[in-house]
């Protein structure tokens, strides 16, 4: 299991601007990358991440560069849907400005299988071009999901592959990245806020081996783990 850097935030603002501070971070350092190793940021969806994405697009970082965006996951939704991870951080991506080509978003106007290949095709063409993946968001549900993985048959599924098609316990499909994709990445950073994930945390710092977030990234000597600290509080008639 790796180890695990925890930092707790009193409040909900500090962890936002700590997230917007570590991106706009990242997104600089990518402006002066070489091109022979192109620099590569995972998103994340949800709430969580979304005041951090409006703050950086706010402060105006450099735009174009060589920086490719790529998605933990994705709903399996109209790009301009509202639930759609990839429209969500369209503010973000409008300031950054980059080639339709850097942004990799998950093709949902595919079917969904062929959506999932399409991802791990150009995912893996992205680390066969010698790309750095540096800094990767994740959440961490109350469930201790990450990404779109949310049960261990999914984890078994993803064996062998950089992407997979999923049905969420919402209703509703996805795609995701893996566990073997997200071997890959330099920086796993889980961002956490919102009450009611006391148990999930607890499970993660404690490293408890059937937790999900957990296992994705059991390959790693480090993760880190921000979160608010409401969301570490039990939710009524919790253990």
């Not at 790529?70 to 951080?89: G, W």
């Not at 973000?92 to 399409?118: C, F, G, S």
């Amino acid at each position: 299991m790796p180890q695990i850097d925890v930092r707790r935030f009193p409040t909900r603002s500090e962890l936002d601007a700590a997230l917007a501070d570590r991106l706009e971070r990242a997104i600089r350092a990518a402006a002066t990358r070489p091109a022979s190793a192109p620099p590569v940021i995972m998103l994340s969806g949800g709430h969580t991440p979304l005041p951090a994405y409006r703050e950086v697009a706010r402060r105006r970082p450099p735009q174009g560069g060589p920086l490719t965006i790529i998605y933990s996951d994705d709903r399996y939704v109209p790009s301009d849907s509202d639930a759609s991870n990839y429209r969500q951080t369209r503010p973000l991506l409008d300031q950054l400005a980059l080639p339709d080509k850097q942004v990799l978003r998950i093709r949902t106007e595919l079917p969904l299988e062929d959506a999932a290949r399409d991802y791990e095709r150009r995912l893996r063409a992205l680390l066969d071009s010698s790309a750095r993946i540096g800094l990767a968001l994740l959440g961490l549900g109350a469930d201790g999901h990450t990404a779109s993985l949310f049960r261990p048959e999914q984890l078994q599924q993803s064996r062998g592959h950089l992407a997979i098609a999923v049905q969420r316990p919402d209703g509703m499909l996805g795609v995701s990245v893996t566990p073997d994709f997200l071997a890959n990445v330099a920086e796993p950073l889980f961002v956490v806020a919102g009450g009611g994930k006391h148990d999930a945390i607890t499970a993660f710092i404690g490293q408890d081996p059937n937790l999900i977030a957990l296992r994705a990234v059991a390959g790693h000597a480090r993760v880190e783990l921000w979160f608010e600290q409401a969301a570490e509080l039990a939710t009524p008639g919790s253990k």
